[in-house]
């Protein structure tokens, strides 16, 4: 049985409607093609111009629209496009000092054991496990601090499967000693797996699950913003969507990537899903996807919690258990994944700020740069600053969580919140000058006793914090923060005087 | 949402069933815990059964001393970062069932610290099982009296198991069931779906509910 019998593909009818997004060349399947296999066949011969010409641009949209990128030999090298487009890195360069060995890699070898299981022929299947592991180890030699995860062995999959995809599905290995690598080009690898986990998986390769987490109440907020009644009946605010943690760190893959032969064209879903998200920049559309993904179900979902909201122990469990149940079903339906993504590429490529705001993300999260759903180019260094402000940060998350945030005193828990707002080298600074304007005015407010002082001490707390808060706080307002208590205290202490 | 096309049963509509246990399979990553699962609900054995990412759920009812039990089964990802995640399900869970392989010594000996995971986040009443896993490798390093003084130590019961060959699979499951079942007998633990007022309410994880608040 080979992978061309397990993924079997077969040629569907696509909406000849191909998407049209601003900020992209609209791109549309000639409404003279009769059937689609002519509709996917000009289609490629566009992609393969544009690969020529380099034209990224163009390739975006080309990646949104319906049948993604179309087979794995345009897309590998699509892939390979946008994202050296989305970072350059240079293979001569040590970007930081590498380890032999990283901590995690047991782990690795435990989760490439059970990987590629549809694969039939054994010296293919360990080739790809072997490789697995190579391509891993080799991301977290390179860069030391990322950790990894269970789930972050399935992205790296959808790669090795993209670019192994003809040897695996048509050549195979023959004879019994040909290397898997030779017959693939692993330089374009290597560099989509690095580029791809830099960019977009930063946040969940910390050493705590925490911004996987902010993550997951994006997509809380983003059904608050769709449908306040899912939301409020779903009682959304006192669930972490946990449920979805699964689907969210591995896009999906976790859930559609082929493991025997009944599994129909979900791996074209997952590599279409794969093509959206690159083309788009964006960790904020495996969220949105999701956040579809349960409204479209909505209707089942709320029957279902009401005819078993007596048979689990609590909400919390009642909630993950019906909504893994449903979607069980749901999420082996093509249809319905060709809807979803359908109604995703009408939906807003981004979380709106409100959303994002609700969150409260951290500073450098995925989300508001390196796969914010704006195509930008980014260094190396600057993401490897993010890399490390998050990782502090993170740190920080860990210690407030281990010794215990109520324990402390509520004004020393909030200069704490405020410093995630900041760079950790002006948190000092920041938090000292916040505490001297406070005192200041306090002290001010025993000889004045002005009640007008007060809301003026509020006002100006919550403002900062606001401004604070703001994700694209820039270098010259930080560093003059420390001023700014001082300078509010002079201006609010005036008109009172 | 993982193992995602592993469901054996939708929950059903209206009382097919007489009572309701939740229980759950903790264990170091890749002891075979989701593979006793398939098994066990699906009879099937897949060694290169997908990792479990988070948490998974499946539903099974079973025959208890002529009684139709339905059991929930939550399945855990070993792995420890998403222990923060895992043990939030740990509330409420009447039965858990702590596994290891024979064939890795590590895992075995991590158990201690399992089991105290569990004396942190479960209910004081849950019954606990023991159970060595992949006993038919010829690759076994810890033998299964050192599971059995194990067990005795903890004060817990112990199977040993092979997902692979299905030995001591539905073992496991009714053994546990019926331990269950006599604590609920003998007024202990209040079964799920038998009483939402008598809940049995443990210190709770991340997510809050509104249903165990009796205690």
Known sequence: MTLRYLFNIVHDSHDKDAVTREGFDSYQLSPTCSNSEKAEEQKEKKISKLLQKKDVNTLRSMGLGPLGFVNNTLRKDCWYELLKSQVHIDNTIEYMPRVDKHKDEYQVILDAERSFGGIVDQNLKSQLKRLLVELINRILRKYPMLNYYQGYHDIVCVFIMCFSWDVVEEKGLVPENDLLRDKIDMEKLTYCVEAFTLLYLRDFMMNSLDFSFEQLRVISALIKESSPEFYSVFNFDENEPLFAIGSVLTIFAHNLKPIKSGDTNLHKILFQIFDMTISLQSMHLPLIIYKNLLLQNAPEIMKQIEANSDVFENDFDLRHGVIQTVLQQKLCDESLWEEVLQITRHDSATASKKVLKRVRLNKYSTLLNTACGKPGSFKVATIIFYLNEQTKMNERYKKEKYHGVPTKSKAKALVQRLGHFLPSKYNKWSRVSLLIGIVAILYHLRTTRSLSLLLSLRYMVSTKLKDLSHMNINMRLINHIWMDPIRDILKLGHPTR | ?215
């Not at chain 2, 993982?2 to 170091?28: E, F, H, P, Q």
């Not at chain 2, 079973?62 to 059991?71: A, E, M, Q, T, Y």
């Not at chain 2, 209040?190 to 809940?199: C, L, Q, R």
């Open chain 2, 1 to 215: 949402m993982s193992g995602l096309r592993t469901v054996s049963a939708s929950s059903a509509n209206g009382k097919s069933y007489d009572s309701i246990m939740k229980i759950l399979l903790i264990g170091d990553s890749g002891v075979g815990k989701s593979c006793l699962l398939v098994r066990f609900v699906e009879d099937k054995f897949n060694p290169s059964f997908i990792t479990t990412i988070g948490i998974d759920f499946k539903i099974k009812t079973v025959d208890i001393n002529g009684k139709k039990v339905k059991l929930q089964l939550w399945d855990t990802a070993g792995q420890e970062r998403f222990r923060t995640i895992t043990t939030a399900y740990y509330r409420g869970a009447m039965g858990i069932i702590l596994v290891y392989d024979v064939t890795d010594e590590r895992t075995f000996t991590n158990i201690k610290q399992w089991f105290k995971t569990v004396n942190e986040h479960a209910n004081d009443e849950a019954q606990l099982l023991l159970v060595g896993n992949k006993s038919d490798m010829d690759t076994r390093v810890v033998t299964a009296d050192q599971g059995e003084a194990l067990a005795k130590e903890l004060g817990i019961p112990f199977i040993e198991s092979s997902a692979k060959n299905d030995d001591n699979v539905n073992e496991i499951f009714f053994t546990l069931a019926k331990l269950i079942q006599e604590k609920i007998d003998s007024n202990k633990l209040v079964g799920v779906g038998n009483g939402k007022e008598g809940n049995i309410s443990i210190n709770s994880g991340s997510g809050n509910s509104s249903k165990s608040n009796c205690c």
